[in-house]
């Protein structure tokens, strides 16, 4: 991984310094330390396990002259306590999907685990009507709140709350602009060319509609995909809906159906409310394994592990330093609830604060059992 | 906030006073030109500048910079450049509509109606602030109530009522021009109760981008003691070319 890094960095320095025009050539440095405490247990308190992680991250960027840029993203974490020490733990949190692992892990048999991966690393050339980015990127087509179909490229799993900027995929993408919206082309590949995916995305407005149309090959599927952000008078109404077709005789499902739907509202003296539906054809209604949800890699053709489900939130913010919110997610087949109760505090004017539940809970025979409690305290230095 | 504020703080975010001059019942021309050519002073074809904006509470205060653009009355955006966690945030208005880039997700979010009448970015500003259409031309009647000295400048005081049926949040506007450089120096906002809700000062004029504007400015709330925001423009400029794809929502990440 040393090795690729090190190829990375030099191929970019040379490229960046080939075409460095000096009023523009000011990398610049920026990322953030987190320290983040987790207690969790199932149904007994007394057997809570307590872990830890200190989470770095430093992002590069250089904009070499008017048309190209650089950007190298790293992020790096140390896990302490119980959770490196179960099994599965160390391929769970190093996995690297992408055409070259820019992943690494070590850790000691005395419970310490280190992940450090490359999540960005993009060279992009843009004039004035075109942009052209190579490299490993967030190619990002949501459009929704909560749950996003059309975010074919790089899936967000709802539950790692700690990893805001998302993972990336190594491939291109090519933004042409237009008079109302733009049409994109986009393909990733995963380790030696596989998993290719290739799509292409047509956004515009219509009155007060953004609306895009995605279409692609995914894998062996082929995708057609629509999303849309607006209002119902005013409240905010968004939604996206993927279909896939199965290009080849397989034991799976010939069509697989996702659609979300989202409408939220800002009522007065800062309280904000949300209501959201997923309905995912994939769905297998398996709840084992959810208490480790945080940490895995989701597809975007199976964003939830359910059919069907809906997602709430109500958010109070009592002052630009201090918020508070309640998420629930409840799963129709067997009253799945996760409740994610949240208050966010920023100290000072680089330093937050943030106090976050996940309560799991779910109806087994004709009892109701928890699938598994974490409580998380996170605290956060910018610069 | 109302219609004055955004305009006097950010110019280019917001609408101008100065639309096609109408001649309204009871309205005094002297006193609706006094208001045009104060606002021919922040008004350009397009506007690019750096400010600092400093929130005040009793307990605590922080510190944003940003970087504004605009052209025209339909098409503004405001970059944060500092503190650390908001940097590169960005909020573009294309005539009524707001969408925020996120960079931290790398994802465009477009604000929903109800989302307008939220502080925007912790200020003593909304969100509204940002895209608010109207016009004093149109929407209220002026009267010239007389002169008067702030800070040993003279100045025109002139009073500004709402039209009725137009859909204006003051009941009432009390608006201070510097007689030399037509420079808005205060305005009052108050309520339909007419109880004062809001006072911007306005100070430290400098010539900035080739006008004699005001360099600070602060809003304070008349209901909350210890209360106020702070801006200060550091750089301004007037009338420099800015095509139109540069507000175009899909571009906004790529703004520096």
């Known amino acids: 991984m040393l090795r690729r890094l090190c190829l990375i960095v030099s191929l970019l320095s040379a490229a960046a310094l080939y075409s460095a025009d000096s009023a523009r050539a000011k990398p610049v440095f920026r990322g953030f330390i987190k320290v983040l405490n987790q207690a969790s247990f199932v149904k007994n308190l007394r057997e809570t396990e307590y872990s830890a992680m200190v989470h770095g991250r430093i992002n590069f960027f250089w904009e070499a002259n008017k048309h190209l840029r650089f950007r190298v993203d790293s992020r790096q974490r140390l896990f302490l306590g119980n959770l490196p020490k179960q099994r599965g733990f160390r391929d769970l949190v190093g996995v690297d999907d992408g055409l070259i692992s820019l992943s690494h892990t070590e850790s000691s048999s005395s419970g310490w685990l280190w992940h450090s991966i490359i999540d960005r690393a993009l060279v992009s050339y843009r004039t004035k009507s075109l942009e052209l980015t190579l490299g490993r990127q967030r190619i990002n087509w949501g459009i929704n709140t909560v749950w996003n179909p059309n975010d074919v490229f790089n899936t967000y799993n709802f539950f790692d709350f700690d990893y805001e900027e998302r993972p990336g995929c190594d491939g291109f993408r090519l933004v042409t602009n237009l008079p109302d919206g733009a049409l994109e082309l986009a393909g990733s590949a995963g380790r030696n060319f596989s998993n290719p995916r290739l799509a292409m995305l047509w956004s515009t407005r219509l009155r007060t509609y953004d609306l895009q149309f995605l279409a692609g090959k995914f894998d062996s599927f082929y995708l057609v995909g629509a999303g849309w952000a607006g209002n119902l008078r005013k409240a905010g109404f968004k939604g996206e809906a993927n279909l896939y077709r199965n290009g080849q005789p397989a034991e799976t499902a010939d069509f697989i159906f996702l659609a979300s739907i989202t409408a939220d509202y800002t009522f007065g003296k800062g309280w904000y409310g949300m209501a959201s539906y997923l309905y995912n054809s994939r769905g297998s209604n398996n709840l084992s394994g959810l208490g480790m949800i945080t940490y895995q890699k989701l597809s975007p053709m199976n964003l939830m592990p359910l059919k069907q489900q809906c997602a709430f939130q109500a958010a109070k913010q009592f002052s630009p330093v201090l918020q508070a919110s309640v998420s629930v997610i409840y799963g129709l087949k067997d009253r799945l609830s996760i409740f994610v109760p949240s208050l966010q505090y920023w100290a000072a004017q680089n330093w937050e604060c943030t106090l976050l539940g996940q309560n799991l809970f779910a109806r087994a025979g004709a009892t109701y059992r928890s699938l598994g409690q974490n409580v998380f305290l996170r605290v956060r230095y910018s610069f | ?256």
């Open chain 2, 1 to 256: 906030m109302g219609i004055f504020c955004p305009r006097l703080w950010l110019p280019g975010l917001l609408f101008s006073f100065a639309n096609t001059p109408q001649t309204k019942a009871q309205d005094d021309p002297k006193a609706r030109e006094i208001i045009h050519k104060a606002e021919e002073k922040l008004r350009g074809n397009t506007s690019e500048a750096v400010v600092s904006i400093r929130i005040v509470r009793p307990k605590w205060s922080r510190e944003m910079k940003a970087k504004t653009w605009s052209k025209g009355k339909k098409h503004a955006l405001i970059l944060i450049t500092s503190p650390a966690k908001e940097q590169g945030i960005v909020y573009l208005r294309r005539e009524k509509e707001v969408w925020n880039w996120v960079p931290s997700i790398e994802r465009v979010v477009k604000l929903p109606p109800s989302m307008m009448s939220q502080s925007w970015m912790g200020t003593d500003f909304t969100n509204d602030d940002l895209v608010k259409e109207a016009s004093a031309e149109d929407d209220y009647t002026h009267r010239l109530l007389g002169q008067d000295s702030l800070s040993g400048m003279p100045c025109y005081r002139i009073e500004m009522k709402p039209i009725p049926g137009k859909a204006v949040v003051w009941g009432k506007v009390m608006v201070w021009v510097d007689m030399q450089w037509y420079v808005q120096l205060r305005a009052e906002f108050y309520d339909e109760e007419n109880k004062l809700v809001n006072t911007m000062y306005a100070s430290s004029l400098k010539m900035m981008g080739g006008r004699m504007l005001a360099s600070v400015m602060e809003m304070i709330p008349a209901d909350k003691p210890g209360n106020k925001t702070v801006l200060v423009y550091e750089s301004i400029r007037f009338d420099h070319e800015i095509p139109d794809v540069f507000f175009a929502p899909e571009q906004i990440r790529n703004v520096r």
